[in-house]
């Protein structure tokens, strides 16, 4: 189908960076408050004599807070709208940070951390549909992904925060920095416009054009209100739409890329890093593998750019073709690494060669392209349930993955979990060749009507 594009100096709008860069904090916030807890833990177990349960409950608190956000927050950012929705979400992020700083015992921490995972669970999705109902189809892939560059960005600073506090173990200022994004967020979406897309759906018509002249930095707008009002012509947005059988390829297309995204495990790495390099690869200081880890995590922040620099340029298939592929040749070899008897040293540079080769094969496709992909082929009407649920699903496989790492690795071994990623992740390519949609290019509308049109979706090029 023809690729319809916005026209005129509109694409240039400077404007639409300072939209898309002020509402990406929200993927700073998203990274650095499930990052800082890796450094934070163990001081706090120290402090309130935390049984292993609780210790679990205050680590994961936030996925489970993270999925009960995104389960319950799908119609609100579509009856309050894009910007009300991350405002209330920035205040959750306040009042979470600030409550966690000031816990007097574990129970009130373990509550602030559910909030605070409420408020990723809303903000990981509702950031990257605001850019991409703001962003022009030309550089829309590269705006929406400048929320993943901010969650990894958001993880480092985790890391980073925590090494340089964890001398005097002030973990209470761990958790409480996370306040100052989240206030500079609330300050940035409150002089910011709600999205126009979501203004058309609501019957703000004037309002919408406003926002899109300012946005697109012409008074032509027509042609693009025309196509968005288009796709406003049926009336019923219920939950019921969302199972419709002309929605379902999407609704397979998110919740397959959340599954992906996932079970191929990166956040084993993520969450887990510090660990591999002691435990399993034989590094001796805490202190190296703290450091090691904070390389990968510089990785993954240099290879989202090198997506952002792409997926509008090559597409976000071709992305994930190479990254799957890396990403299964490196479990490949890591788990062969772990099968050796004995770490030698050589081995053990081999193992953290693979870890940078994984996270950066990830880091250029899965991350960005997810997150990326659920905000682009959903209708309308339904777009905020509709990506609530997909990513429900991403946190609900987050949280499995994340349960299940030191038992598979009991079991199976290293060797054994690393290859069941991998074997996760040759899956998660031939999911992409038989589901997966070419998105690049096209505009929000064009993708609806493909999708309407009842034509197979993984044909749209
Ligand atoms: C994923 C997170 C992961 C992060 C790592 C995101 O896209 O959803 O689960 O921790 O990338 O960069």
């Known amino acids: 189908m023809p690729k319809a594009r916005t026209k005129g100096a509109g694409e240039e709008s400077y404007f639409v960076y300072l939209v898309a860069g002020i509402a990406a904090l929200a993927g700073l916030l998203f990274g650095y408050d499930t990052g800082v807890i890796s450094g934070a833990i163990l001081f706090i177990k120290d402090q309130f004599h935390l049984s292993p349960f609780a210790e679990e409950l205050v680590v994961s608190a936030v996925l489970l ?20 929705s991350i405002i209330i979400t920035a205040l959750l992020f306040t009042l979470g940070a600030t409550g966690c700083a000031v816990a007097p015992n574990v129970w009130i921490l373990i509550i602030c951390r559910l909030v605070i995972g409420i408020a990723i669970g809303v903000a990981s999705y509702v950031a990257p549909l605001y850019i991409s109902e703001i962003a022009p189809p030309k550089t829309r892939g590269a705006l929406v992904s400048l929320n993943q560059l901010m969650i990894t960005c958001g993880i480092v600073v985790s890391y980073l925060v925590d090494y340089a506090l964890a001398g005097d ?101 993520i969450y887990y890093a510090p660990t591999i390099f002691r435990d399993l690869a034989g590094f001796s200081s805490a202190k190296v593998s703290i450091l090691a880890t904070l390389c990968l995590g510089l990785v993954n922040v240099f290879m989202t750019v090198v997506a952002i620099w792409l997926v509008d340029k090559v597409g976000r298939k071709p992305l994930l073709y190479w990254g799957m ?70 946190w609900g496989f987050n949280m499995i993955v994340a349960a299940t790492f030191l038992t598979l690795t009991q079991r199976l071994g290293a060797s054994g979990a690393f290859w069941f ?30 999708l309407r049109s009842g034509r197979k979706l993984k044909e749209l090029k």
């Open 421 to 450: 990623y991998g074997v996760m992740a040759i899956g998660g390519l031939f999911f992409t060749y038989f589901f997966v949609p070419e998105t690049k290019g096209h505009t929000l509308e064009d993708i609806e009507k493909y």
């Open 65 to 84: 807070g993270a999925v009960i956000g995104a389960a319950s927050s799908g119609t609100v950012s579509d009856r309050l709208g894009r910007r009300k």
């Open 325 to 394: 592929s890396g990403m299964i040749l490196s479990l490949g070899v890591l788990g062969l690494a772990f099968k050796l008897p004995s770490m030698a040293a050589g081995l053990k540079w081999i193992a953290v060669g693979s870890l940078v080769v994984y996270i950066a094969s990830f880091a250029v496709s899965l991350g960005p392209i997810f997150w990326l992909m659920i905000a682009e082929i959903y209708p309308l009407k339904i777009r905020g349930r509709a990506m609530s649920l997909a990513t429900v699903a991403n």
């Open 169 to 269: 173990e002030q973990w209470r200022w761990m958790f409480g920095l996370g306040a100052v994004p989240a206030a500079v967020l609330i300050i940035g979406m409150i002089s910011l416009p709600e999205s126009p897309r979501w203004l058309m759906s609501r019957n703000f018509t004037e309002k919408a054009r406003a926002v899109l002249s300012r946005i697109r930095r012409t008074e032509d707008v027509s042609g693009e209100m025309k196509a968005i009002s288009d796709t406003l012509t049926q009336k019923t947005a219920g939950w019921n739409e969302i199972l419709r059988p002309w929605v379902r390829p999407a609704l397979i297309v998110g919740i397959g890329l959340a599954l992906i995204q996932q079970v191929t495990g990166i956040n084993t790495v």
